[in-house]
């Protein structure tokens, strides 16, 4: 018992190591600088939609009673522009992120050999694999928990300045698809796209890479515009925890298929 306890301490320490490492050159990366500028952007133009949309829907509802009022802030605000704002700042580092880095970073170690001598190591595949993926997770997670965050406190403070009263302006649905399943869902891509440039190439990675991009940047907007997904729903919600449990367990299926000469092999290839 001490002895594999001993074991998976010393596993814990060498996954920290390469998630460390990671995360120092994801830190010293122009195009990461340029993401989190990109977010604090997004932040601050949120914020300002925020109480545009207020001073607008007040106009409209003046001689309402406040029961009414609030009814259609929460209704318009909230659900139409704070919910699918907090639902996006949650979701888009994963894309931006995982497109930029996941693939690329693979990519750079196999040319350079790093990668050879990583698995020369004691380190193990599923170490190497689970500390880049925690990496990027941790990164995206931590940009997207932030820019919420302060999406929320914001918003909800221009519309608690207007009213001169709290009105709750996130469902429990929308909370818990951006907060919990969001990352739950997209550090699963991101674990597969690393797995997948680590035993193949970095180019069979480029597919799921582009379709998480692509699909967040364009096909999560037409689909909220459109009607199809209502992001406070508990029925997305379903779907997502679906996806996201059918997502890691082929994850889990490809690792356990995957052994460390066949990495070795790719990396010669």
Known sequence: MQAMSSSRRTAARRVAAV????????????????????????FVGISVGTGLLLRSVLRQTSGLDAPAIDEIVRGVVGGFLVENSFYAVTMLPYSLIVWVFASTLVMREKLTGNLETLLATPLGLSEIWLGKT?????????????????????????????????????????????????PLFFSGM????????????????????????????????????????????????????????????????????????????????
């Open 190 to 269: 991101c674990a597969l796209i690393i797995l997948i440039a680590l035993v193949k190439d970095a180019d069979a990675s480029l597919l799921p890479s582009f379709l998480i991009g692509m699909g967040a940047m364009i096909g999560l907007p037409v689909a909220i515009g459109t009607g199809t997904i209502v992001i406070g729903s508990w029925i997305l919600c379903l779907y997502q925890l679906c996806a996201a449990g059918a997502l890691w367990l082929a994850v889990i299926v490809l690792l356990l298929r995957s052994k460390k000469e066949r990495v070795v092999l790719s990396a010669r290839q």
């Open 19 to 42: 998630c460390g490492r990671e995360l120092a050159e994801l830190r010293t990366s122009p195009a990461f600088a340029v993401i989190v500028a990109v977010f604090g952007a997004l």
């Open 134 to 182: 925690l990496a990027l997770a941790a990164a995206s997670t931590g940009i997207g928990w932030l820019c919420g965050a302060l999406t929320l406190v914001s918003a909800h403070a221009i519309v608690a300045v207007a009213l001169s009263r709290f009105v709750l302006l996130v469902s429990a649905p929308a909370a818990v698809a951006a907060a919990l399943l969001n």
